[in-house]
């Protein structure tokens, strides 16, 4: 009985506590690899965190539904459906959007340009293509894919050292792949609320942060 009650505690608190405070070393580490105080670190390792659960609305869109019907029947009744709209909110996700460009603009200034372009367009092509619109969910994309498509077109275009270039590709890449890209797409998500940096694409950001500093 006793055994069973040390399981069930290890399993339920000991176990999850310590995944948590790996990952938090470790994001909190990655972010202090490319360039920023211990302090700084930890401030945009909760910034991120907590602000994922924010967001701020820039734009107001009325998108329609479904279409309004027209049914004749039996040529006496005339059936008819106006269309159905809805307004959808378009907003930026604190801890998936803002932080991540910030932190993008300030690394800018470490990284050579031209191979951090082209970074950045292989990510944003990439993202879009693995990013799908799941109606009442928002845009989803596999958590994996921009560290690992980032990492990879960092290494390949400037070598090692390439951190500070694989987070700034594979932040914005994402966001502008994933996100800007599908916004035309508003009329299939059926929410009201569209997130950029929001929903499936923060897990993928985040990431992004902890993998490029294996790179730093």
Do not use: K
Not at 47 to 53: E, I, R, V
Not at 92 to 112: D, F, Q
Not at 146 to 162: D, I, Q, R, T, Y
């Amino acid at each position: 009985m006793i055994g069973c009650l040390l399981r069930y505690l290890l399993y339920v608190f000991v176990l999850p506590f310590l995944f948590a405070l790996v990952f938090f070393n470790l994001a909190t580490l990655s972010f202090h690899r490319l360039g920023l105080s211990a302090e700084a670190a930890v401030a945009l390792f909760f910034a991120a965190l907590l602000g994922s659960l924010l967001n701020i609305p820039v734009y107001r869109q009325r998108v329609v539904v479904a279409p309004a019907r027209r049914l004749v029947w039996a040529w006496l009744y005339v059936y008819y459906r106006p269309p159905v709209v809805a307004d959808t909110i378009i907003a930026v996700n604190v801890g998936g959007a803002l932080v991540p460009v910030l932190v993008s603009l300030y690394l800018l200034a470490r990284v050579p340009p031209l191979p951090t372009l082209a970074a950045f367009g292989v990510v944003t092509a990439a993202t879009h293509l693995l990013a799908r619109p799941v109606p009442g969910q928002g845009i989803l994309l596999p958590a994996l894919a921009p560290p690992l498509v980032s990492a990879l077109a960092a290494l390949a275009l400037v070598g090692p050292g390439s951190g500070a270039v694989a987070y700034i590709a594979g932040t914005l890449g994402t966001l502008a792949g994933a996100d800007l890209l599908n916004l035309r797409h508003l009329h299939r998500l059926g929410g009201t609320l569209v997130s950029i940096g929001g929903a499936g694409v923060f897990d993928g950001v985040f990431l992004v942060g902890v993998v490029a500093a294996l790179l730093a």
